[in-house]
């Protein structure tokens, strides 16, 4: 017999809480391998929703485009751009046609100069001449650029008068390096054109909350300030503890749903829009309860 009317039912937010607690409980104690395959079930998916995905993208309205970037002009912007997507929707020089509207709607345009070349034996990173490994726009925007950062692997590009010099750049992910300066100033993010959610700033808050796949390396190498300046360093960035991916799908509905991320569709090409300390703020609570939380 099924409780009478007057019986109170328990509600489903009792029901959800209590059933979080008992996860959370049981991925305290889980043992290695049981994280070990839930990152492998996470690479495969993340593999088999890369091969479903629809990267078709056709002609769009320049307009609308401009009408989205005027929501959110600010002083500051950190930019990850997928080129070949703006050149599809828009038909026209890519970086040029980006570029010109990011500068008129924003002071300093920032973008990723990462260097992971330097993690090898005796590395080099020269500031004028070593160039960024990851996409084509930072690549372009090098040689655009106004200033660039001293950190030998993970450095960072400046149009405009933003700047970094009280940070330290010898410890990538310190609160007090660039990235840490990036989440205390709660600083602009927008993927336009990228596959999934890009966010350097993840890393950060990986390192800050001691995930356990994740641990702080030491690389000794040389850092070129300019044609003839150099210096010997010890560099502390990260690696990663075996093959991670983050779930990038499920970070993205997470913070879509959560107000944190603003995303837009236009005739397939992707815009995405946060700030990075507000993302940290989202992650926080998920990671300590779930320290494999963003690659699972």
């Given amino acids: 017999m099924g409780p009478t009317a007057e019986e109170p039912r328990p509600s489903e937010t009792r029901i959800t809480r209590a ?18 395959g839930r990152i492998l079930a996470n690479r495969l998916a993340m593999y088999a929703r890369n091969r479903r995905a629809d990267r078709s993208v056709d002609r769009s309205d320049p307009g609308r485009f401009d009408a989205i970037l005027d929501e959110y002009a600010t002083d500051t912007v950190f930019v990850h751009v997928g080129l070949s997507d703006v050149k599809r929707a828009f038909d026209r020089n890519p970086y040029e046609f980006l570029l010109e509207r990011l500068e008129d709607r924003f002071e300093s345009v920032l973008t990723q100069g990462f260097t992971p070349a330097f ?5 080099i990173y020269h500031k004028r001449f070593s160039l960024p490994r990851f996409g084509a726009f930072s690549r372009l925007f090098f040689e655009d650029c106004d200033y660039r950062t001293d950190d030998p692997t993970n450095s960072l590009l400046v149009r405009g008068p933003y700047r970094f ?11 007090e390096g660039a990235f840490g300066k990036l989440d205390r100033e709660n600083v602009l993010y927008l993927d336009v054109g ?42 502390r960035s990260h690696a990663y ?16 749903e959560a107000g944190v991320l603003d995303s837009y569709d236009l005739s397939g090409l992707r815009i995405r829009a ?23």
């Avoid at 009280?166 to 310190?174: G, I």
């Avoid at 503890?241 to 879509?256: A, I, M, P, Q």
Wanted: proline residues 4%; contains cysteine.
């Fill in 194 to 235: 990228t596959d999934w959610l890009r966010a350097s700033q993840i890393h950060y808050i990986e390192s800050i909350l001691g995930v356990p796949y994740m641990r702080t390396v030491e690389y000794d190498g040389v850092v070129y300030t300019d044609e003839t300046t150099y210096e010997r360093v010890t560099h």
């Fill in 19 to 36: 059933r979080r607690r008992a996860r959370d409980t049981a991925l305290e104690y889980a043992p290695e391998r049981l994280h070990r």
């Fill in 119 to 123: 993690r090898s034996p005796d590395g």
């Fill in 241 to 256: 503890d075996g093959e991670v991916r983050w779930n990038r799908s499920k970070l993205e509905d997470g913070l879509r």
């Fill in 165 to 175: 010099d009280d940070c330290t750049h010898r410890d990538t992910w310190s609160r």
């Fill in 274 to 296: 946060f700030r990075g300390r507000d993302v940290r703020e989202w992650l926080t609570p998920r990671i300590e309860r779930d320290p494999y939380y963003v690659v699972t």
